[in-house]
């Protein structure tokens, strides 16, 4: 681990220098460059398999790291996600919001969550403007206190760059070191990606227009970083990549499916077995050749020609794929039905709810981890930033499977049945209105009611209301009679 701020120890750093190795393994899996993330299975097929000998390609690329990191971003962010400020502030914060297209950040830092393990969130302040991005963790160094992976003493972000000079190419790394209060910016050459001279603050400010230090802590006295993670260990500051323990598996479903279509190509050409005598002779070559006709002879030693076809064992290859298809779900936490498949016509929200149970709690795991109070984070260093500082940021994360509307409906009309609950909450619960336009509602319902009734019934109704009004009105005049004499009564004592 990074346990100070000069960057030239970086490359003394073998913790840092093999989670960088593994970030470019995982960004070719997710691109889907498997020549170079299985270079050594790849290189054993052709060897076997040469591409001028077969038309089947070495290895069928199946991009499954790519479906499972689109799956669970679509998981966590499409129903949406609400961020609510001090109720003065909120239009300022959905300002912001919109300028710099926030959930938009919100998905690129998860893709890089879910196959980096980590992704990280920035926030600046740009020509007085607020700017809030992701930034791929490969340009991320966390540096720690005194070998504690529980304190942090700052971050490192370092920015490949190149410019023309005179027709030639330079390179150049910017380096952002982020202390709490203040970052100092450096300019450093480089060569073949390797570190050079450090450029002095005057040519820094000349030749790029960056100074030197940026000081912030009047109005944000923490880092302008913050970095998310998906579940991890106690002894492990990084979380883990999602393609670390499917790596092997979706290698095996590949070589799976591409050798059986290396045997299906050769064989997709049948080759004719029989005897010699099957053979035409041809008297100018004084050679037996194959006729050109569909019907063969059979030859005088009774042997019938026939095609040579594979025995593919289909079931058997079947029951295999779907064997390691299986262990693909179980450790990714990923159902078929993620992927569109096994997907009955009428599946109940609460039966998918079944179904996704894993992909749910792991998105719960993500959100309670870090993603939560991350943006909690950048809401309000952003706010600060603009010069609004709130007080509260409460983050409201859409349902990843939203609610059936009909299993609703027949649970809320059942409870108006057996008299537990009225029409009045039924119609806010399932129109989502405040009561005065529930009960609005329940009036104009009413009314069509009896507006649909028959002339007859209308009339029994009334008659019926006028019987209950003279029954209440009788009993009424009966009680009179009785407080009369009472007071009667104690006049004469």
Sequence with gaps: MITTFDIKDIKNDTDTIQRLSDYDEYKDLYEGNFN?????????????????????QSLININLFWALTDFFKGFLTNQGISVNVDDSKQKIWDEISQENNFISVLKEV???????????FKVALENGNVKIQSVCPDCWLPVFEKGDINNIAGHILVFPFEIMDNGVK????????????YIENEIWTCVND????????????QLFDIEETEDFSEIWKDFLVFPVKNTTESDSFFGDSDYKRCKSIV????????????????HANPKLSGSEQNLEYDPVTNERIFPDTDFIKVGTD?????????????DAIQKHIDLLMNFFYILTKTPPQAYGLNISGNMS???????????LAKIDDIKQVSFTSAIQGVVNCAMCFNSTPVKNVNVAWGEPIPSDYSELVTTENSRVTAGTQSKLTTIMTLDNVSEEDARAELERIEEEKSSSQKPEEQASLKDAIEQMKNENQQEQDSDLPEENSNVSETENL
């Design 251 to 266: 290698e095996e479903i590949m070589l799976t499916i591409s050798q059986n279509s290396k045997i299906i190509n050769r």
């Design 170 to 181: 330079k390179q150049f790394k910017k380096v952002e070191k982020h202390h709490k209060g």
């Design 194 to 205: 390797e570190i050079g001279r450090q450029l002095d603050a005057d040519e820094m400010k």
């Design 349 to 359: 929200g609460e039966s998918l709810r079944k179904i996704f149970l894993a992909a």
């Design 36 to 56: 170079k993330a299985f270079n050594s299975t790849v290189l054993k097929i052709r060897k076997r398999y040469p591409l001028d000998n077969t038309t089947a």
């Design 110 to 120: 998860y893709i890089d969550n879910s196959r980096f393990g980590n992704g990280v």
């Design 302 to 314: 009774g042997i019938k020609p026939e095609y040579i076809t594979a025995n593919l064992q289909a």
